[in-house]
Each structure stands twice: as C-alpha cells, then as structure tokens.
C-alpha cells in the first residue's frame, strides 16, 4: 500500500511538471509567433540598440532578447519586460526608458538654437569690443559702448527667445552665464587701464579696481560655491540657483558699465555729463549687490559648511 501511494505521488509529480513545461512551450511559441508578424524593419537586437547607452546600465539590470519599436516612436519598448514589470511592480526594463538613435540625433540637432546662437554672438564680440577699447580714433568710444550695448540686449533677447520659442538647450543654458561673465569681466578690467575721466570722482583710479575686485572675486566663489553643492545634493544645489538678486545685480552692473563707458573719453555732451555722475554710484551699487547676493547664498549654505 505505501508503494502505491509513492507511486501515485510520483505520477502527479511528473504530470505537474510536464504541464508547466508545456505552459513555458506555448508561452514562447506565442512571443515567437507575435515577433515574426511585426515588419522586419520594427525588430532589432536589444544589444545593438544599447549599444550607444551600455554605459548607463547597472550590474543589476536585465539584457532582453529583443526590442520593439512600437509604431516608430521615438522609444524602445520590450516585449520580454512587459509581462515582467506587471509582476515585479519596481522591475521595469532599462530598454523602456532610453531613448533610440533617432532622438538622440534630433537632440544634437537643437543644440545650435537661435538663442544659443546669439550667446555665441555675444562671446565672439569680446575681442573685438577689446580692439575698439584700443583703438585710436575718435569714434572708438561710440563703437565700444555700442559693442557693449548690443551685448547687453543680447542677454535679454536671448532667454526671451528661448522662452517663446521653447527653444532650450542644456549647452545654451552653460553658455548664457558664462558669455554674462565674461562681457562683464573684459569691461571691468579695460576700464581699471585708465582713471575716472569726468564726473565727481574724475582723476580717481581707485574706485572702479576695488568693485572690479569684489565683482569678479564673487563670480569665482559662486562658481565654486555651484560646483561643491552639486555634489551636496537637490537641497544645497537649490540654495544656490539663480534668484531675482542675481537679475538685479546683473542689470545694475550693465547699466553702470554703460555709463563709464560712454565717458571713456571724458564727458563733452550732456549724455556724457550725466552717465558720468551716475557711472561711479551705479557701480558702486552693483558692487554692494554683487556681495550681498553672495552673503545670501553662503546663508543658505551654512547648515553645510557648520
């Protein structure tokens, strides 16, 4: 009697694994059969598709078979992982979420955007708003301000375009600060080649070297401020994002640049007379903002640096 019983147990044992075996048979036969009927130009090897994203995969992830370009959307879907990630409710193939070919190309192909072209405009006149600064002629005051003017409005124009046009690109948004740093910089240090030429402060060769200091001191802390809260976390890079002080700071300094500027030669019309008296206060106040925006963002920081 117990060997009959063992007997039995071991024929369902048998029957059991011969249904699951044939279960596992039909389901890939299915995926098979559902594979073929797509167009041969929607089936590609999984491996040949990550090829440009293998670095982005962990230890962790799954490599599938095969990926499905479903109705030529720009993004993968995985037949295999599907069925997987309804069980597994956090398992979801890597392959769903990458982008193909096609959207990396059309990525590449924003970067030159009309706002990302007038950034670069405002860069590459840089040198040439330095060889007007020397030049020896009379006109060269006129071409230097207008220089810096066009730049000025540039920096406007450009993250206004960018908004209507919905025209972002992650290299715009590098360039924009750093052509803002750079115009300003390149005035701050041509203007400390001469003295105050009129105005009240006239003869003073002082004033504009110490805001230049505290201008351009500011940026390479902030940027080094930027560069250890990126390792810190989304808390500490928020403490240091740009805020409205840092708008305001920047347009004061525009406009006192403008200022000294159209007096680089001395201040021979009533437009000169009168951006010579607000050239110096203007600057002096973007200097005061310019360090105050940075007490501000060390603020935030703080609770790092204790």
């Excluded at 007038?118 to 220089?147: E, N």
């Excluded at 940026?219 to 409205?244: D, H, K, Y």
């Excluded at 021979?268 to 007490?295: C, D, E, K, V, W």
Aim: glycine letters at 6%.
């Amino acid at each position: 009697m117990p060997a009959l019983q063992r007997l039995c147990g071991c024929y369902r044992m048998l029957s059991h694994v011969s249904q699951q075996s044939c279960l596992l048979q039909l389901a890939r036969t299915q995926r098979t059969v559902a594979s073929a009927m797509l167009p041969q130009q929607h089936t590609v090897p999984f491996v040949e598709r990550l090829k440009p994203d293998v670095g982005q995969l962990g230890a962790q992830d799954s490599v599938c078979p095969t990926a499905v370009v479903i109705n030529q959307t720009p993004r993968r879907y995985c037949s295999e992982c599907s069925s997987v990630s309804k069980r597994r409710q956090n398992s979801v193939c890597t392959a769903s979420i990458q982008p193909t070919g096609g959207a990396a190309g059309s990525k590449e192909s924003t970067v030159l955007t009309v706002p990302t072209i007038l950034t670069l405009a405002r860069v590459a006149a840089i040198p040439a708003l330095i060889a007007a600064w020397f030049w020896p002629d009379p006109a060269a005051t006129a071409l230097v301000t207008g220089l810096f003017i066009a730049a000025s409005v540039t920096d406007w124009l450009d993250g206004y375009l960018a908004r209507k046009l919905n025209a972002y690109s992650a290299f715009g948004a590098f360039l924009d600060p750093v052509a803002d740093k750079l115009m300003v910089a390149t005035v701050l240090v041509l203007l400390c080649t001469q003295p105050l030429t009129a105005g009240p402060l006239a003869g003073n060769s002082w004033a504009v070297p110490v805001a230049t200091l505290i201008i351009i001191g500011r940026e390479i802390t902030m940027s080094a401020l930027r560069e250890w809260a990126a390792t810190l976390g989304p808390a500490a890079r928020a403490a240091v994002a740009v805020n409205s002080l840092g708008k305001w700071k920047t347009a004061t300094q525009m406009a006192a640049l403008t200022c000294l500027l159209i007096t680089k030669d001395g201040a021979s019309s009533q437009l000169a007379i009168a951006a010579a008296a607000a050239g110096p206060p203007l600057l002096g106040i973007a200097a005061y903002l310019t360090a105050h925006s940075l007490a501000v963002y060390l603020a935030g920081l703080w609770k790092y640096i204790k």
